[in-house]
């Protein structure tokens, strides 16, 4: 079964599709099957779980005649909604049929994220398939300004979530890690998030200084450092944040390792500009760590891209490699951890710029006593 375009105004994901035809054309691909449904979404705006996309190089804008979008009865309704100017195949075998219709050519496929029995399944309907791994995830290292207006708004709901949580006194001696992260969740759905970036990091005292810790029963105490580690997701796009708080009274050292790490991070921050070595921005907040004798307890890279996934290129850290791209979205996240003690990490999720980084995580990054 078959569903024909619609015509509408050019939308953002056409625009992506001719931006993806570009590299095609120079790699001497005919088509390519997408089957990462990340990918799919990008290029259509399709939120199904079961569907596949061929993109053929010979399209241009406004007639797309060869390529082809492929979902399930479960989607008939909403294909003919997200992708109105596509045709769509109603299939249960999305990415065979798509094969099928693909002709002859060299047709790449995402090899990255494809299944040995995938590709001998394919081999034998499109015999000329053509590793092409990350072409797409290399299209949305650069974020287009409705992709930021997202990022923006997942940043602003996770702000307001976490403002509102210490207002109505959410972080305090005597609660767990695990009740504090749980209200925080909760408060960001509140404030319109469509789903959370990933299980919010509540670390207390000790805890703080496990980068990556799982909230647990934990009871918050006087005089913890407690780290929170959040974000939000709006229309499929994520924000990343982390605060460090002092519950009571902040004690000669904390206050030490927190104005280090603020420096640290102002550093990383002030390095973002478009051209620059991801490894070079990496030192521009290690360098400060290290020069105050602690190198050896930043015990993580500076930072990631953040999008349609909550960890995207490009890598920040020593051994990243590339550049940054104006309108990258990244975040810079130093962090100085004391085994056994506490720690410190701030980040912030920010947008490359010509003109200088947009900060999307607005809220205040001094010391603040709870």
Known sequence: MSIDPVTRPTAPTATRRERLR????????????????????YLTGFTGSNAALLVSAADTPGTEDRTVIATDGRYLVQVAEQVPDLRAEITRACAPVLLEQSGAGAIGFESHAVTVDQHATW??????LVRAPRLVEGLREVKDESEIDLLRRACAVADAALADLIARGGLRPGRTETEVGRDLEWLMFERGADGISFETIVAAGPNSAVPHHRPTAAVLRSGDFVKIDFGAQVGGYHSDMTRTYVLGTAADWQRDVYDLVARAQAAGRA???????????????????????????????????????????PGIGALGTGTLLAGAVVTVEPG??????????????????????????LTGKDLTIV
Do not use: K
């Not at 590299?23 to 979404?41: F, I, K, M, P, Y």
């Not at 004798?293 to 500076?302: A, M, N, Q, T």
């Open 22 to 41: 570009v590299l095609l054309r120079e790699r001497g691909l005919d088509a390519l099957l997408v089957t990462d449904l990340l990918n799919v979404r």
């Open 123 to 128: 081999t034998g309907v499109a015999p000329a």
């Open 271 to 313: 390095a973002l500009t478009p051209g620059a070595e991801v490894a070079s921005v990496d030192a521009a907040a290690r360098t400060v760590i290290d020069d105050a004798g602690h190198g050896e307890l930043f015990l993580h890279g500076l930072g990631h891209g953040v999008g349609l996934e909550i960890h995207e290129a």
């Open 336 to 361: 100085v951890y004391f085994s056994g003690r506490g720690g410190v990490r701030i980040e912030d999720t920010l947008v490359v710029r010509d003109q200088g980084p947009e900060l999307l995580t």
